[in-house]
């Protein structure tokens, strides 16, 4: 066991800490298996890749930002049914992020909108490809505040370098002037170069009251975003308020059973 110690205490030193757990099973496992000592290297590496694979996985997820972790494996397309399964799955290949493709999620609050676009987004961290989420408004104060310290153009070019950009709420408050061409920039320098994924709450006809009332700006943005685009639409009520509405409901059903008034 002494040996075996001393092992240990090395590969931790050569920071391969899987190798270094795992490898007093590996050796009882080769023992009993007779295997050859490439065949008991190979595993043991093999178990460090993979643990390095998911610590760098992990890493992206955190990095990206998400507000929780929302899998496409667990999204009820049963609440969904217009939406297309096989599009989602489709675009589940990332293969739109090759292509510098958009994804705008459109459709009312509550409608797993956001849920779409962080499962495709933690796909592509799985994939080990840069990823960002943010909220439109945090994003457009963050950019504004670069403006003022002379950053911005160093900013840009960071989230031009991303795989893909995830806005999310878009048009739920409306944008100034400023916001509004700072949010064409952005656009403009990701066009054909990187995915942005949008969700919002307004059809695009009504993109002109997000910026700010500037159907001008609203068409040049639009005109790039969905130059190369995917459109997924969500509709019906909010997810989140189904187990509500049905409670009450419930509820409303026994007062009326028991002559109470509603």
Sequence with gaps: MGDLTHLQEDLKRLGLHTMATVVGTEVDKAIKSQASYTAFLERLVEEELVAKADRSIN?????????????????????????????????????????????????????????????LAIKACEARKRVLFTHAPTLLDHLVACTVDGSLGRRLRDLQRL??????????????????????????????????????????????????GDDVIATAILDRLLHHSHILVTTGPSYRMKDKVAHLKTAACGDAANGKPK
């Design 59 to 119: 890493a992206r997820i955190a990095k990206a930002g998400f507000p929780a972790i929302r899998t496409l494996d667990a999204f009820d397309f049963g609440f969904q049914p217009g939406l297309a399964v096989a599009v989602v799955k489709e675009l589940a290949g990332l293969d739109f992020l090759d292509r510098a493709e958009n994804i705008c999620a459109v459709g009312p609050p509550g409608t797993g909108k956001s849920h779409l676009l962080i499962g």
């Design 163 to 212: 795989d893909f950009l995830v806005v999310d709420e878009l048009g739920y408050m409306p944008m100034d002037s400023r916001r509004a061409d700072l949010f064409f920039q952005l656009v403009s320098a990701r066009y054909e170069q990187g995915s942005i994924g949008v969700t919002t709450n307004k059809p695009f006809d009504q993109w002109g009251q997000v910026f700010g």
